[in-house]
């Protein structure tokens, strides 16, 4: 039940894109196109942001966008707004030990 | 409205029991996988446990293995996690999510276990 990679900290500048990777293996984001990613606010539950590896769910902006090649997953924030300002974390499914999260990323808009 | 909300934490000492309660409310809770999952302070999401639709699956991360138990009252639209033989590490924000392909699209508001030595 190993976590999945991800960089402790990402940073960007308002209007710019930055991109957070979620690295695991070939039996959890290499086996699955079920990766997910949310977002956490400081002292809130966990959002999802991303599902499926690409989906948005409803009411999330269009600036957030998911992608996966092989065992590497991405999340992209596009036109980084200062309420982006959070800790993101990546999710996979991981057979039959279910879900596995990432460490977590706090995102910085400078 | 989809809702989700847990209770049940508090302070206990080490090899003290509880048991967390997450009530849910717009869904049934049988009609969902649903999950555990933890967050000790200043750390991060961390998969618990989760019970399958049909009530009788479960599964637990092998740090709680042994020690806890997830289960539902489907009258109650509740779902429960028995905490046993608490340690110090288990100290942390308890949330429960639901299950939907995978992803957790609906989370609670974490209650709050601490337990001391």
């Known amino acids: 039940q190993s976590a999945l990679t991800q960089p402790p900290s990402a940073s960007g500048s308002p209007g710019q894109s930055v991109a957070i990777s979620c690295t695991g293996t070939?039996?959890?984001?290499?086996?699955?196109?079920?990766v997910s990613w949310y977002q956490q606010h400081l002292g809130k539950a966990p959002k999802v942001i991303i599902s499926e590896v690409s989906k948005r769910p409803s009411g999330v902006p269009d600036r957030f966008s998911g992608s996966k090649s092989g065992n590497t997953a991405s999340l992209t924030v596009s036109g980084l707004q200062p309420e982006d300002e959070a800790v993101y974390y990546c999710s996979s499914h991981a057979g039959s030990t279910h879900v596995v999260f990432g460490g977590g990323t706090k995102l910085t808009v400078l | 409205e989809v809702q989700l909300v847990e209770s049940g934490g508090g302070l206990v000492q080490s090899g003290g029991s509880l048991r967390l309660s997450c009530e849910v409310s717009g869904f049934t809770v049988e009609s969902h996988w649903m999950h555990w999952v933890r967050q000790a302070p200043g750390k991060g999401l961390v998969w618990v446990s989760l019970?399958?639709?049909?009530?009788?699956?479960?599964a637990y991360a092998d740090s709680v293995k042994g020690r806890f138990t997830i289960s539902r009252d489907n009258a109650k639209s509740t779902l429960y996690l028995q905490m046993n033989n608490l340690r110090v590490e288990d100290t942390a924000v308890y949330y429960c999510?639901?299950?939907?392909?995978?992803?957790?699209?609906?989370w609670g508001q974490g209650t709050t276990v601490t337990v001391s030595s």
């Open positions: 019970i399958k639709t049909d009530g009788t699956t479960t």
């Open positions: 999510a639901r299950d939907f392909y995978s992803c957790l699209d609906v």
């Open positions: 070939s039996s959890d984001v290499g086996a699955y196109n079920y």
